[in-house]
């Protein structure tokens, strides 16, 4: 397969997560490619590539959006694909920009959330969703990964403790970044552990909260991003697999152990290598097989891996969903399938404010969603490099 | 008690409630034989488009069992904790099911020691056709209702649980 050589991921925007908000969705994907364009110094017709990712767009599309942000742009891609979605973005960008389909693609996710938003779009996300998963208990994401989290539990004797650890040093780190939504409130063991229920083995914490909110970044040529004078990161490695491991009884592992050897084969560096680590942390369980399933940890020791390892920001082992992920930041709807990517640009290219990871130089990312019966379909994978500037 | 429980469904999903008598019914494909969960128009092994109505090994194994404190409907709002199971069925399949009581305290951690369930179709309140685990010691008997598979007292003026 091609590398990804000459490639540059720039300038990452996360803003205007709200828990709820009047605004509608292009206002969400309008304010990140306006601060692409302000923290690039490009002017909006030298984006010639969008990639969009959203849940709330309809009745509006990517397409729709060229004529309302008065652009005229050479390619586009929509991107439904949830939790994956940044990872798949720049995948696609990072080839369109290789072959010279486009010169710089804007890669951006934006969702609007307003009460009895998430009801509809859960109730009815997929044909199979309609008849053989919201008919059961009507509780969305929550009791499918319930189901998973307690198969997960038992299979590996993983305690509500254990999911704990990562709650809580993923607030601590959220308590340092100023875009999270929970960021203002720390968060205990024991607060963790007396959360309400929601769907045993589920608990208030172990749930993100949906809210509103964009995440983005540009995708060019390093030599561009060099004239530009902007700090970049190069993709080292990328992979992608869907509907992995289909004849699993139930979920216990993700797409990502499928990608895991070659991306590291790729990238020409092992799991130990990694600086810092972002998860698609829908929910707590999913992180930890993420984790295991990109070789962090061995298979089934997730667990023990949190119990023995630092991983706040600060932290001496490794950082962990550095800005607090979903469970801290919020859930913006495809956006969140942006947050750890973002987040890992902004941590390699030195921009994180009070949660910088000093001295990282490499980045995993992970990315995983979209449920459309009784487990995630989608997994994507990446890990980056800073660039020269 | 307000409401119903969910009721949209596809024109293949709501061939469910048509198969009478608890027995489990799956779509199975007339070509390759392939037993299909969820309902779907064509064969995803094979693709092609006859699929049948047929009764299937009903004994499964229990995967996960969880209870909802929370849902988006009323219908279960006001009748949490409300009980789901995931079974496998030999075919291959994995089924998310509505779940009787006794079965969910079962520790699946065991994996020696599989877990038996027995999976019916009901009808919920909604009229709709839904998938019900139960003890393996129900196999064979009938029931008018979900209420009356997940062995909640039907009476009219019941202040709970009852239609
Ligand atoms: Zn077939």
Known sequence: ?389 | MSGLPPTNRTQQGSELALQSDNELMLQVCDHCNTVLYPPRELCSRCLEENLSWRPVNARGTLLAHVELARSFEDWFSERTPWLLVTVRLQEGVSLICHAHASITRVQTSDSSKPVSVHVSICKDAGGSGVLVAMPESAAGEKFASLEAALGWPVAEDFGGRAV
Request: hydrophobic share 40%; proline share 4%.
């Open chain 1, 1 to 389: 397969m091609q590398d990804y050589r000459g490639v540059a991921l720039c300038t990452p925007v996360s803003r205007d997560y709200a828990r709820y908000s009047t605004r509608a969705t292009p206002w969400f994907v309008g304010r990140v490619l306006r601060d692409l364009l302000a923290g690039s110094g490009l002017k909006k017709s030298d984006v010639d590539g969008l990639a969009v990712a959203s849940f709330s767009l309809a009745p509006d599309t990517v397409v729709t959006l060229c004529e309302y942000f008065a652009m005229e742009p050479r390619w586009l891609e929509a991107l439904p694909f949830g939790g994956a979605s940044g990872l798949l973005a720049i995948q696609k960008a990072a080839r369109a920009v290789q072959c010279g389909d486009a010169e710089v693609v804007a890669c951006m996710g934006g969702d609007t959330s307003a009460p009895g938003n998430f009801r509809e779009l859960v109730s009815d996300f997929s044909t199979f969703t309609r008849d053989a998963g919201y008919p059961y208990g009507a509780a969305g994401p929550n009791g499918v990964f319930a189901l998973i989290t307690q198969h997960y539990m038992d299979k590996h004797g993983v305690s509500r403790s254990d999911f704990a650890r990562l709650c809580v040093a993923q607030r601590y780190n959220a308590n340092h970044y100023s875009g999270a939504l929970l960021g203002h409130k720390t968060l205990s063991e024991e607060e963790y552990l007396s959360a309400p229920e929601i769907a045993s083995p589920l608990h208030l914490f172990d749930c993100v909260m949906p809210c509103a909110g964009g995440e983005g970044l540009l995708v060019m040529s390093t030599e561009r991003a060099r004239n530009l004078n902007l700090a970049y990161v190069e993709i080292a490695a990328l992979g992608q697999m869907f509907n992995a491991y289909s004849s699993d009884a139930i979920q216990t592992r993700t797409g990502a152990a499928a990608i895991a050897p070659d991306l590291y084969n790729q990238a020409g560096i092992g799991p130990r290598d990694v600086d810092i680590v972002q998860t698609y942390d829908d929910y707590p369980a999913m992180s930890l097989m993420q984790l295991e399933d990109l070789k962090i940890c061995s298979a089934g020791k997730a667990a023990q891996f949190l119990r023995e390892r630092v991983t706040t920001y600060d932290g001496e082992d490794i950082p962990h969903n550095t800005s607090g992920g979903q469970l801290s930041v919020g859930q913006a709807g495809a956006a969140a399938g942006f947050l750890g990517l973002v987040e890992a640009v902004r941590q390699l290219t030195e921009q994180a404010a009070g949660n910088q990871v000093l001295g990282a130089k490499t980045a995993l990312v992970s990315g995983y969603g979209m449920v459309n019966y009784d487990r995630g379909l989608c997994s994507a994978a990446g890990i980056f490099k800073s660039g020269k500037a």
